[in-house]
Every structure is written in C-alpha cells, then in structure tokens.
C-alpha cells in the first residue's frame, strides 16, 4: 500500500508527447499491483472484456468496492452532482479541456469544483481509477483535495476542492485583458509551492510517485495563491529497490517532456525535474512553451531561452515584459540560474526537488522592489551584466 515515510533532510489537454497513445494495460498494472492492499485492483489489468459497456461495469464495481475500504473520497450518486451544478449548467463551467468540463458546484456544505469527463475524450477509465487511487491516498497541502467521485453508468466525475483563483495558466499565460499581471514575489511563491508538490510526491510518498503531467493548467490557485497540484490520471509510480527507472508509453504534453524520456520512454523523477524547469521558465518570461504566434525561432520556448542562459549580459531578455522591471536582478540571476539546472539535458544532472525547494523558498522570502525584502537594489554586484 502506498505509505509516508520520513520526510529526508536535503543539504494544455494531455497527450502523449509523441504519439498520442494512452496509458497501456501493462503499464497500469505495474502501477496497480504496488497497492498491496487494493489487490482486487490488479486482476483490471489482465481481464480482457467483450465490449466497452462490460468494462465500465466492472471499472465501477472496483472502484465502489475500494471505496467501501481503502479509499477516504466519497461515493457520489450522478443525481447529486446534477443538483450541485444546476444540472452541469454552462453558467457555471470554470473549464474545458480535452478531458471534459469542470464546473463550480454548491454541496450542503462546501463549494467544490466537478470535473465531468468526456466519455469520448482522453482521459479514460484507467486514468480516472489511477486518479482515484493516488488522491486518495496522497495528502500535502500542495496537491489539491480529491472529496469525491461518481462512477455512476458511463459517468466519470471528480469532486475536488474549489480553488477560487483558477489556474496558473489563467494569470500567467492567459491573462484577461485589464487584469493585472502576477508580481514577482507571487511568481516565486506559486514556484515554491509546486516545487514542495513535486518534493513531496518524489521524496516523501513510499514508493515514490512521478507526476508526468507538470504544466501550467495543472496548478491550480486558491484564494491566496498558493498552489496545488491536481490532474493525476498520468500519475505512475516510481522505480523501487535497485531500478533506475520505469518503461512506459510516452505520455504527456507537448514541450513539457523531458528529452530522454520523449526518446526512450524511460522515466525517472528527473523527468519532472525537467518539466518543472519549463514551467518556472514560462512562470519568469510570461510565455508559453510551444507558441506558434511568434517567429519561428521563438516558437520553443526552451529552445529561445537556451542561448540567453548561458550569457547574463542577456537574462534581462528573459524578464516578463509585464513585470516591468519589478525585481531585483539578484533575484532574477538566481531563478533563471534553478531554471538553468532543472533543463539540462542529461537527467542525472538535474537536483533533486528538495534542493529546487531549498532556492525557491529563498526566493520567494525576499522581497522585490519597494516591499521591503531584505536585497537592496544597489547591493553589490547587482546590476552587474558582466559575464562571471
């Protein structure tokens, strides 16, 4: 069963990123079979079913019967979650993506957000039993809170907590017209935080589990902008015991996969590692990793920024044009150099989460321009562009 060990103390709609195929049957067994304690999961993997109804009669009857033991969410009936959401009523849809729609909803109790997945979209009963499964029995205050689920018939519904600000997307690379961009000590605390996420899924969840889906529209924001990862139906678990890696189809969005793992298939958690790299850097420049809008050699994020890292006479470039200059350029050096080590190309290089943690809470403790951080704008060295 996945259990928590002792924490270490350290000095766009999914696709696969080649292919588009979706998570095998044997992938998902050696993921399932690693939950000692759901073994009725295992047997999923090996049945073989006439037809697609009697598979999705059976995925429910697995996931009721987990319910009633190992997992905490609750067992929500269809009718109830039609009543929460005004009968899935458009006017209260917060998001759409190749999965399906997510919509606000009004529990008794709480305001929670219901994810309604297309019967016809990707992500499909494997992924929402592994998505299931791993909030279920993952709980950091950086990943968001799974309340329930609905397996009711052909339906695939989640219930997470509702988180009022959205997606990292929506403020960073989606920003509405006269809405104020983030600051940078924002941008920082949003790092910080997902970078905890990660921390706690590599290095404190036994066996370790690696995330495989890192991007901007899978950080969701509460009301104070900290940051919770959600979307785990691509989730796996990690290597154990003398194994490097895990074999699987390649999965994932486009821009975001580490190069060894889109080449070989192999994935460790340096594979986040690298897809967190891109995201902090969408997070510092205020673009996206693939954008067709802009001139051919701009269009890959990573591939424009490449070159500007290695020369600091450059990293200025590489600053939000939003943020207006607010920012201390030590500050600015230090994020794009974190940035810098999470991309490299070969995995081993790449540190380990905790130690991206150890920068990024730095970061996001000192203060900008103007808020009474502790670097002071004339601080020697600071405006300092020379190569070092």
Sequence with gaps: MLKIRAKKVVKMSCFSCCSGEKLSRKSLKRSIKNYKDTKTLASFANLSFKSDSSRKRYITEEIKKVGKGHISAKIFAFRELTVATQNFNLENMIGEGGFGRVYKGQLEDKVVAVKQLDRNGFQGNREFLVEVLMLSLLHHSNLVNLIGYCADGDQRILVYEYLANGSLEDHLLDLPEGKAPLDWNTRMKIAAGAAKGLEYLHETADPPVIYRDFKASNILLDAEFNPKLSDFGLAKLGPTGDKTHVSTRVMGTYGYCAPEYALTGQLTSKSDVYSFGVVFL???????????????????????ASPLLKDRKKFDLLADPLLEGKYHQKGLHQALAVAAMCLQEEDTTRPLMSDVVTALEYLATNKGPGEGGILDEHEEGENDHTES
């Design 282 to 304: 969408e997070i510092i420049t205020g673009r996206r990793v693939i954008d067709n809008s802009r001139p051919s050699e701009e269009q890959n994020l990573v591939t424009w």
